[in-house]
């Protein structure tokens, strides 16, 4: 079966994908959606766009056989078993002995909310309910979850290892914490740590005096940093605070990268591997086009929206290999270690190759196409998805799921336990073992869009 799951899949029409999706799948509706709930006197956003398709509600989709059993592998030997996520809070305490450590708990609790999402299993909310509560305990006074002391934030001298990912492990905390919020239990006390958390980032960046957001960050161009974009966007549909919409706007208007604007590089139809040079690291950049998918959404923006499709078009064009994944290390981009766009499309086959297709961004390509098929219904997002989960996200993973490799060599071994990471005294643990199984947690999510009913939006009213 594993060989088979290896094969690449044939690019269908969406009705043949939703076939494919729902052998051995049962799918029961579950009513609809719950909408926000005033609280506190804040009123969530209403968007300006409304999706053409939306996922269905959850625990309304009941998976059987070849992709339910890697969720439930996942769910019963990562997330419930030996994963030190109490270890993970413990930088935001003591500080971390590597830079982007602070990833690893919302990397966690962030996949673990969306596999909630789909099984309402007591035990894994339990585990989540645990490591948010060990979380919120770590609020600096000043309102952010950090691992940098506040004398040095935000991001130390905003180059040096380890404090310059600071924005991005911030980055990684508030999504966790919304993907908790909206899909685990709707707890006040995370609402308002969230909005602690965003305005003393709004107090430390933007424009002078405060720091520049892409002076900020690991990567020659600090890239990683304009990734706040999307859960700034997330909050303000939480709450409608114009505040977070304006610190989006800030974002967006820095181009997303030092001395690039990844934005207008992408309207203009400029290839991947050429956008945010010298770093056009794939995953960082794909989760930044996701939060100005979010945007689109709330504002309307029509340069925005051409922006995000036009990015999806060219990812999907030059970058995307027969496994459903991208990103390599040759011919251009040597030194980044297989993780920056490198027209892998086209050098796939290229026999330097020594590393490609990291799993964090197959994973974050994938809930990219999800955003593209959920705004327009293009078929090929849908097989995108597709593509990705039967060969590239299953093929990555253990066999008991109890990891994901790093990079994924078409013609190489898997790599689970080599990459960038930490050792801790149950084992290592690395980057893409954490984003695997949120790939595994967007099955149902994302390959189960039902079309919206046709009456008119209409905001919750709020005081």
């Known amino acids: 079966m594993r060989e088979a799951l290896m094969k690449p899949i044939s690019q269908g029409s969406f009705f043949a994908f939703l076939l494919a999706v729902f052998a051995g799948v049962a799918v029961h509706a579950a009513g609809a959606q719950k909408s926000f709930e005033k609280r506190g006197g804040i009123c969530p956003a209403k968007p300006v766009v409304r999706d053409v398709m939306d996922p269905l509600p959850p625990d309304a989709v009941k998976l059987t056989g070849g992709l339910e059993v890697p969720i439930e592998k996942s769910i019963a030997h990562w997330h419930k078993g030996n994963v030190p996520y109490r270890e993970f809070a413990e930088f935001f305490r003591k500080g971390r002995p590597k830079f982007a450590l602070g990833e690893m708990w919302g990397k966690f ?160 139809g400029v290839m991947p591997w050429r956008m945010g040079e010298p770093y056009p690291k794939a995953y960082e950049m794909t989760s930044i086009f996701e939060g100005l998918a979010e945007w689109h959404r709330v504002t309307g923006d ?11 078009d060219s990812v999907l064009r030059h970058e995307i290999t027969i496994v459903g994944n991208g990103g390599g290390n040759y011919p251009h981009w040597p ?18 190759m020594t590393r490609m297709m990291e799993t964090c961004v197959g994973v974050t390509w994938m809930k990219y196409a999800s955003q593209v098929l959920r705004l327009t219904g293009d078929v090929r997002a849908a097989d995108a998805i597709e593509l990705y989960v039967y060969n590239g996200l299953l093929g990555a993973m253990k066999p008991d799921g109890d990891g994901f490799s790093y990079v994924n060599l078409l013609n190489g071994e898997k790599v689970t336990n080599k990459g960038w990471g930490w050792t801790f005294a149950s084992g290592p643990v690395t980057c893409c073992n954490l984003n695997g199984p949120m790939g595994l947690a967007y099955i149902p999510f994302c390959t189960t869009p039902a079309r919206p009913s046709p009456r008119p939006h209409r905001a919750p009213k709020c005081n």
């Not at 030194?335 to 330097?352: F, I, K, M, V």
């Open 109 to 268: 609790v962030r996949s673990g909310a969306m596999q909630y999402r789909h099984r309402r299993d007591s035990e894994l909310k339990a585990v989540l309910d645990g490591a948010v509560a060990d979380i919120l305990a770590t609020e600096r006074p000043n309102g952010s979850i950090s691992c940098v002391p506040e004398e040095l934030q935000p991001g130390g001298d905003g180059h040096s290892r380890p404090h310059c990912s600071d924005l991005w492990e911030r980055k990684y905390v508030m999504l966790a914490l919304e993907d908790y919020y909206e899909w685990v239990e709707r707890r006040p006390e995370v609402l308002a740590s969230l909005q602690r958390q965003a305005d003393c980032l709004i107090r430390q960046v933007g424009p002078a005096p405060k720091r520049d957001i892409r002076e900020i960050g690991w990567s020659p161009n600090c890239i990683e940093s304009s990734s706040l974009l999307e859960p700034f966007m997330r909050l303000h549909k939480l709450t409608g605070r114009k505040e977070y919409l304006d610190f989006a706007r800030y974002i967006i208007e820095s181009g997303g990268a030092k001395g690039s604007d990844l934005f207008a590089q992408a309207r203009a």
């Open 302 to 312: 029509e340069s925005a929206r051409e922006a995000v499709l036009k990015y999806f």
């Open 335 to 352: 030194r980044w270690s297989g993780e920056a766009w490198d027209n892998t499309a086209a050098e796939q086959s290229n026999p330097d």
